[in-house]
């Protein structure tokens, strides 16, 4: 795209931008200096004297700088106050003892309703910040072996500290979880004795107490970690939520610095949060506020948990940053509880915390490296954005600023873009980086008030007033631009309501000035044209236009209506006054059956132009009219005796055939078929029959053929019936047979003898008889 295209298309981007700009000023008509430059629009308002022509009104004083400096207001006679700021405390950063990370530390901002401001705010990180740690450790038994290896390793996390930053401090407090059922087994011998028999020194259990203030003496933290000893409680402790809220909240027993704030909580369970104490019949809401008395948490049982919600808000408040130090199988619960939590992390905590040394000196890491800076809860009426500048030079713009990777001594800086919607009071707010302690206070005023410091002059106003702000304030009796009008009771305002239309806002119509109570309407711009009426409300142009020309070239037009010449007439003289464009081939206008408008025929319901001489919705009039062709064709029917006057409208002729192709066929009283034709006629309810002269009559039934049809359909039915049960009965006679002979040809007899048979006589021989006789 050559140079000078590019230079055109932007010129006419800005002029469109002007014409918009200056509409809206224009449509906010407003009579006075502050009502201007407070209303939002960015317009500005000239008061010079006499800019004014006569009879205009005091809105025409407000308008973009652009047009109110093209209509010869001198720029020292504009009005229009920017949006701006002044730096009131801009310490520079540094890394010594007492380092400065965010510059600059106050603010104040001119802000114009509807104008914003930008202005730039800086950070680095500094080397060697103040760190202070707060160890919350969960005491229930499954965490025996961590409170060992914390009391071992007690001096390696403050030394890693001191790595990190020479001014460290470290501090210890410890949780379980509500000491009512369900959460703690409250059984007297449990309550009792609450460890197992494996171990013989332990305490019972507890909410939160608050072991060790922040110190930077490794040993006495060792020392006072190793006199606590693991509870009894072998529930689940779920407790962490209320630890953590007391911890955020109780900041003098904590003894929290102007330091980097780390709470760093390790357990190897969940954990409960708001509702979940309805378990235990507690139903009081969390105050969120501290509630240690000799270091312990004395409404444990008393108030239910926080919510997440309400933790993050305090954990916010108080510039604190969690590190969440838990077991594998938890991770991706407290991941999502980190999710909602700004400035967080999750870090996997071995079985025996042998790593937690590590595990803070990386979260840390990541922690401090991501920099996000937000505000404080904004004044009603005031937005505000962030554009991120970051040392990889990417730019974001969000609703808050945030920069990844940010290394130490390495600076970043945000431009922070403010809005004020509506004139306000002297308002404040802070920034600040999420995890630090410094803050930015910005201080908020609107300028609303118009200072125009006029010269006073006794000719002024006609001599019956003074100029404030290019407007004539009259004296009391006088109205007017120039205080002219002189009367009496009536005010300005009801003078000035005179040249409203309608009660309506505009004044003359916008198209005149208001003199006086009278308006008096403008010279129009356009060639021709002539504005006129009570309230300028009238023109000869606003009327409707026809094939490009107003009032189709056939007619004036006055006030929005077109007056039409002789032989034309319509809303815009488009149609010729005769009607005959809409006869049909009979001469009759529209078929009888509509009207013609605009040379074009309006029919009747159920016809269709162009001459309203169909109707295919319309039903056949053939059954309608049946008795009249009766009666006019054949002499018979029901309207036999005044056919001539019952059926008037039809016109008939009788023929021998009848050719068409809609013929109709109805019956007639006698049951015999007529069969005719009917056109309708130009007009409502005229037609023309043509009727066969014979009728179709139906010949009377033959009662003997029917009997003996009857009688002998009747006995074949029933011989064919009786052929097909003995066909039937034959083949299951002659299946049963089959079956019989089957089973007697399958039969085998047996022919041996019984062998249990014995004959009935038995022989018995005498061994002593010889057979002998002697």
């Not at 230079?7 to 006075?32: G, M």
Request: hydrophobic residues 30%; glycine residues 8%.
């Amino acid at each position: 795209m050559s140079p000078y295209l590019s230079f055109l298309l932007l010129s006419l981007v800005l002029l469109d931008r002007e014409v918009v700009l200056s509409q809206e000023c224009t449509k906010i008509n407003v009579n006075t200096c502050k009502d201007c430059i407070t209303s939002g629009a960015l317009c500005a308002w000239c008061k010079q004297k006499n800019f004014t022509n006569k009879g205009e009104p005091d809105s025409a004083r407000c308008d973009t700088k652009e047009q109110l400096e093209k209509r010869g207001c001198t720029e020292t006679n504009i009005i229009n106050p920017d949006s701006g700021f002044t730096l009131s405390m801009d310490s520079p950063l540094r890394s010594d003892s007492h380092p400065i990370q965010l510059a600059p530390q106050q603010i104040n901002l001119d802000l114009r309703p509807g104008k914003p401001t930008t202005f730039p705010v800086r950070f680095k990180r500094a080397e060697g910040y103040p760190v202070d740690l707060y160890y919350l450790m969960d005491l229930s038994y499954s965490m025996n072996d961590d409170l060992k290896k914390v009391k071992d390793l007690g001096t390696d996390i403050l030394k890693a500290l001191k790595e990190i930053s020479p001014h460290a401090r470290i501090g210890f407090g410890s949780f379980v979880d509500k000491t009512v059922l369900p959460y703690t087994n409250t059984h007297p011998d449990k309550l009792k004795k609450p460890c197992p028999d494996t171990e013989q020194r332990c305490q019972a259990a507890f909410g939160y107490q608050h072991v060790l203030s922040l110190t930077d003496d490794g040993a006495k933290f060792q020392q006072e970690v190793s006199a606590q000893f693991i509870s009894g409680n072998l529930d689940s402790p779920e407790g962490g939520l209320d630890a953590m809220m007391q911890a955020a909240v109780c900041g003098d027993k904590i003894g929290w610095g102007n330091n980097t704030r780390l709470l760093v909580y390790t357990s190897d369970d969940g954990f409960h949060f708001a509702g979940d104490g309805k378990l235990g019949s507690i139903l009081t809401p969390n105050d969120g506020k501290c509630h240690l008395k000799g270091n312990l948490y004395t409404k444990s049982n008393e108030m239910d948990y926080p919510s997440v919600g309400q933790l993050a808000l305090k954990l916010d408040e108080n510039n604190i940053q969690p590190i969440f130090a838990v077991t594998t199988n938890m991770q991706s619960v407290y991941k999502e509880l980190s999710d909602m939590i700004p400035k967080s992390a999750v870090g996997e905590l071995s079985t025996d915390s042998s790593n937690v040394v590590t595990l803070i000196k990386d979260a840390y890491s990541n922690l401090s490296s991501t920099v996000i800076i937000e505000h404080n809860r904004l004044p009603d009426g005031v937005s505000i954005s962030y554009n991120s500048h970051c040392a990889d030079e990417t730019r974001r713009h969000e609703p808050k600023g945030s920069c990844s990777n940010v290394k130490i001594n390495n600076e970043i800086s945000f431009d922070v873009t403010v809005t004020a919607e509506r004139c306000m009071g002297p308002q404040s707010f802070e920034i600040r980086p999420l995890g630090f302690t410094e803050k930015l206070t910005v201080q908020i005023t609107t300028p609303c008030q118009c200072e125009c410091d006029d010269q006073s002059n006794p000719a002024d106003c006609t001599s019956n007033g003074h100029i404030e702000c290019g407007i004539c304030s009259c004296n009391s009796g006088h109205v007017g631009q120039n205080c002219e009008c002189r009367v009496g009771d009536k005010t300005e305002k009801e003078l000035t309501q005179s040249c409203r239309r309608d009660n309506g806002t505009s004044i003359c119509s916008n198209l005149g000035d208001c003199v006086c109570g009278v308006c008096q309407c403008h010279a129009s711009e356009t060639p021709g044209k002539l504005i006129y009426g009570t309230f300028c409300e009238c023109d000869n142009m606003n009327c409707e236009l026809n094939n490009g020309k107003l009032c189709g070239g056939h007619g004036r037009c006055d006030c929005g209506k077109c007056f039409c010449d002789e032989n034309y007439q319509g809303s815009a003289c488009q149609c010729l006054k005769s009607n005959e464009v809409c006869k049909n081939s009979n001469g009759t206008v529209c078929s009888g059956r509509g009207h013609c408008e605009c040379n074009v025929c309006k029919c009747k319901p159920g016809y269709q132009p162009p001459f309203c001489e169909e109707c295919p919705a319309c039903l056949s009039p053939c059954p309608k009219y049946a008795a009249c062709i009766e009666c006019l064709g054949f002499q018979s029917g029901p309207y036999s005796k005044n056919c001539s006057k019952a059926c008037s409208h039809i016109t008939h002729t009788n023929v021998d055939k009848v050719v068409n192709r809609k013929v109709c066929k109805e019956k007639d009283s006698e049951n015999c078929w007529m069969i005719f034709t009917m056109e309708e006629l130009d007009g409502e309810n005229q037609y023309k029959a043509i009727i066969k002269n014979e009728q179709e009559c139906p010949e009377p039934p033959n009662i003997t053929a029917i009997v003996a049809g009857t009688i002998t359909g009747v006995a074949l039915i029933g011989s064919f019936l009786l052929l097909i049960w003995k066909f039937v009965t034959l083949l299951q006679d002659r299946q049963e047979f089959r079956k019989f002979e089957k089973e007697k040809a399958n039969a085998q007899w047996n022919k041996a003898d019984n062998p249990l048979f014995k004959g009935a006589t038995t022989t018995v021989m005498n061994p002593n008889f010889s057979g002998d006789s002697s």
